[in-house]
Nanobody, 117 residues
Framework: QVQLVESGGGLVQPGGSLRLSCAAS????????MGWYRQAPGKQRELVVV?????????RYADSVKGRFTASRDNAKKALYLQMNSLKPEDTAVYYC?????????WGKGTLVTVSS
């Protein structure tokens, strides 16, 4: 089994920055892919970034966050970080960490990011 814990959400003004962290525990050796998704009120959950958890693995961003968000990873610890800069009100959402473990999707409980003045 794998558990994911997110941290780093909060309230920030437009143009500000936040850094999200996702830490995996349990049978982490089985994790092959990790990502961040978000769900805004009244909207469907959408992909923010997905990363292959291997040396030299790919990182793919949603068009809406390219140039503003940067993901980094610790392949050994199976941790995924998301540096979010130039935040906009439309980035307001619950951000969920996701991991693919033995072909199954595992989700964290989410962390709320609110961008507002």
């Amino acid at each position: 089994q794998v558990q994911l814990v997110e941290s780093g959400g909060g309230l920030v003004q437009p143009g500000g920055s936040l850094r999200l962290s996702c830490a995996a525990s349990g049978s982490i050796f089985g994790i092959t892919v990790m990502g961040w998704y978000r769900q805004a009120p009244g909207k469907q959950r959408e992909l923010v970034v997905v990363a292959t958890m291997a040396s030299g693995g790919t990182i793919r961003y949603a068009d809406s966050v390219k140039g503003r968000f940067t993901a980094s990873r610790d392949n050994a610890k199976k941790a995924l970080y998301l540096q979010m800069n130039s935040l906009k009100p439309e980035d307001t959402a619950v951000y969920y960490c996701n991991a693919v473990f033995s072909g199954m999707n595992v989700w964290g409980k989410g962390t709320l990011v609110t961008v507002s003045s």
